[in-house]
């Protein structure tokens, strides 16, 4: 018994050595500019950009074969911060930034066919078969994976609604400065 517990172990410290070794002397060095890139990015993988996660997109954009405007959940803020960091020039006129957006479910109409929640990449819908799904709320990204899913279109977008919880203070509307 002691003799096969210490060659498990032994083996064990050995392949732990060897695999630590390998991962020091084999690793690829990431581009820093790409782990910055895809740092900003959502994070949500949802694919709309064309590329399958946000960081292959982000390869894209630190190799110059993608522009800064192609993440649809990021929007414009997420397109501005792509440029200022990549340093290139901006046009914002065919970016729609709608503001931030939530998947809502019709209970009335969804059937329970479980599509949508194979889409979601970040599993924020639940349900089972033959059950109406729902949607958390902090889970969602608003990246549309769903819509195209559903087959009843049970699924919309909608804006984030104002809560305590999402409330930001308005900024205060430009005023003429007056003569004194």
Excluded: F
């Excluded at 959502?42 to 954009?61: D, E, N, T």
């Excluded at 929640?117 to 819908?125: G, M, V």
């Excluded at 109406?132 to 994976?145: K, M, P, Q």
Aim: hydrophobic content about 45%; proline content about 7%; some cysteine.
């Amino acid at each position: 018994m002691m003799i096969s517990v210490a060659s498990l172990s032994l083996m064990g410290l050995a392949l732990g050595a060897l695999l630590g070794t390998a991962a020091r002397y084999l690793a690829v060095a990431e581009d820093p500019i790409e782990g910055k890139l895809k740092d900003m990015l959502p994070g949500s993988q949802c694919g709309q950009c064309g590329y399958v996660g946000c960081s292959q997109a982000a390869a894209a954009l630190a190799r110059g074969e993608a522009l800064p405007t192609l993440c649809p959940p990021g929007g414009k803020s997420v397109a501005e911060a792509l440029a200022a960091m990549m340093g290139v020039k901006l046009d914002l006129s065919a970016v729609v930034d709608d503001g931030p957006k939530l998947a809502l479910v019709a209970e009335e109409i969804c059937i329970g066919c479980c599509r949508c929640i194979k889409a979601c990449p970040t599993d924020a819908i639940v349900g089972a078969a033959k059950q109406i799904h729902n949607v958390i709320r902090e889970a969602c990204t608003g990246c549309a994976a769903c819509i195209d899913r559903c087959p009843t279109e049970a699924m919309s977008l909608v804006p984030v609604p104002v809560s305590l919880q999402h409330w930001i203070w308005p900024k205060p509307a430009a005023t003429a400065a007056t003569a004194a």
